[in-house]
């Protein structure tokens, strides 16, 4: 079955020339010209990507992404006018998993849709819940609960504990974390990790007397079966 794509940008060239590159690889493609129809669409569900262009009339694509999350973890690809480093943080903050500058050139973006598609099947694959000190990470929901309680966590501190317990008793470096958690061409420093580590023992260990994150000394942070 072919995966339906959303297109939501409102340059109609570049919308109709995207869709037509987008159906030649065999995807199917609805597009929308303003943020709020993006949105409604969206809402509706049945896609399997979003592509979502930043600077669209009636709300702008942060929001739509922002309004968007508090329902769906459809893979959003954000497409930015600019190379502006913080279009591509709020971007990633506000939940999208890519995003490409534009003009970009199609096979850039085809690469990039196929890396969201492997993505998905590859947490789809994996067990939806993973329990570990008795915290449960249940990636169908996109939520994590500690003895019972919703830890509320931003989205990078979630696909943080994601990829801890995913690759549980591995020791990731902050470097893998960090392509992980927010995307490859991410700018910053690699100790923002360890901001995350805080925020999140603050959020849980501190909270429920428990230790989740290990920090390996020079290695990077490891969650762990109990032993
Ligand atoms: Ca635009």
Do not use: W
């Amino acid at each position: 079955m072919a995966r339906k794509i959303l297109l939501i940008e409102d340059e109609e060239k570049i919308a109709r020339f995207t869709e037509l590159e987008l159906v030649h690889e065999g995807y199917e493609v609805t597009k929308a010209f303003n943020g709020r129809e993006g949105l409604e669409l969206a809402e509706k569900g049945g896609f399997d990507l979003v592509l979502l262009d930043v600077m669209l009339p009636e709300l702008n694509g942060l929001e739509v992404l922002r309004r968007l999350r508090r329902s769906s973890q459809v893979p959003v690809i954000m497409l930015t006018a600019r190379d502006a480093v913080m279009d591509k943080v709020s971007g990633l903050d506000a939940g999208a998993d890519d995003y490409i500058t534009k003009p970009f050139a199609i096979e850039e973006l085809l690469a990039r849709i196929r890396v969201a598609f492997k993505k998905q099947d590859g947490v789809r694959q994996q067990t939806h819940r993973m329990t570990v000190c008795g915290v449960t990470v249940d990636t169908d929901r996109h939520e994590v609960t500690c003895q019972g309680e919703t830890i509320e966590l931003t989205n990078r501190e979630y696909g943080l504990i994601r990829t801890l317990m995913v690759n549980k008793n591995i020791v990731m470096n902050r470097e893998k974390l960090l392509n992980d958690v927010c995307g490859y061409d991410y700018l910053g420093e690699t100790n923002i990790i360890d901001v995350y580590v805080r925020y999140i023992r603050s959020k849980i260990d501190d909270r429920f007397g428990i230790k989740l994150i290990h920090t390996v000394r020079g290695a990077g942070y490891v969650i762990k079966d109990e032993t």
